[in-house]
């Protein structure tokens, strides 16, 4: 017997024909499972046959909305075939539905000709940045954008591919007047963050959020007083760590595939950020940065404005 949101079950969109199912043991299985299921776990099994890519990057709770059942509905469904939790199922499906070239591209296969590739690279990173817009929070980028404001100090962390991005944060920040530096060295970030004073701020960039080394820098920024930004997975033992989350939820395992669209998306949240401090600093900012433009085009060789 169900109640509750169980008793107003929104119909899910027409499952996954059945060649799509059985080309996916995972989708099988759950197709196969629907006749024993409650009807409630059915419609859940439904939706993610029919959407199992959107399922990837909601919660359980955006799920269990979406489908028009309580969450401990979706629950019961992930355990009915054969897994403890939510996030092992979805880890699960995210490897069931991999495609694509291993450590290369998980939408670009190994036949596809050059026609093909262009349009793939920029659907997935475009459609990264869409799901990422639509789920940034304004209020914590507003708390960002407020430590930042008030920062004595700005360090970016990031290591490998997020070292870089740290980097491209570096350029853009110190052009405020903040005092500002990027790390990218296990041990340098460690020892930096042990230096930092109460009102400093550590803006720590990660795809999977799960590099011991850069949790633990991050441990002791805070143990010095200073705020942590985190730029990563939702769920991450980073963004457990952090005193603030930009999320950035990415279906992209770095693990298996070159981190690209998550680089991106990342870059994308360091620009918002960026321009949200510009814009919440003020006019005295926006002379600074005019200045430091003003010394590039002095370096600029004159005749080729146009």
Known sequence: MTTGMEDHIVAAAPA???DAAEANPLLARIRASLPELRKSERAVGEFVLAKPNEVLNISIAELAYRVGVSQPTVARFVGAVGFPGFKD?????????????????????PDDSLEEVAPKVFNRSIAALMNVRNQLDPARLGRAVEVITRAGRMEFYGV??????ASDAQHKFFRFGIPAVAYSDPHTQGMAATLLEPGDVVVAISASGRTPELIRACELARDAGAEVIAITATASPLARVSTVLLAADVH?????YAPMTSRIVHLALIDV??????????????????RTKQTLRDKRIRGFEE
Do not use: M, T
């Not at 992209?252 to 298996?256: A, K, L, R, T």
């Open 89 to 109: 199922f979805k880890l699960r499906l995210a490897q069931s539905l991999a495609s694509g070239v291993p450590y290369v591209h998980g939408d670009v296969g």
């Open 273 to 290: 950020l960026s321009v949200s401090v510009a814009l919440a600093s003020g006019p005295e900012l926006i002379k600074r940065l005019e």
């Open 160 to 165: 490998g591919n997020s070292g870089i991005v």
């Open 252 to 256: 992209e395992d770095p693990d298996v």
């Open 16 to 18: 996954a024909g059945a």
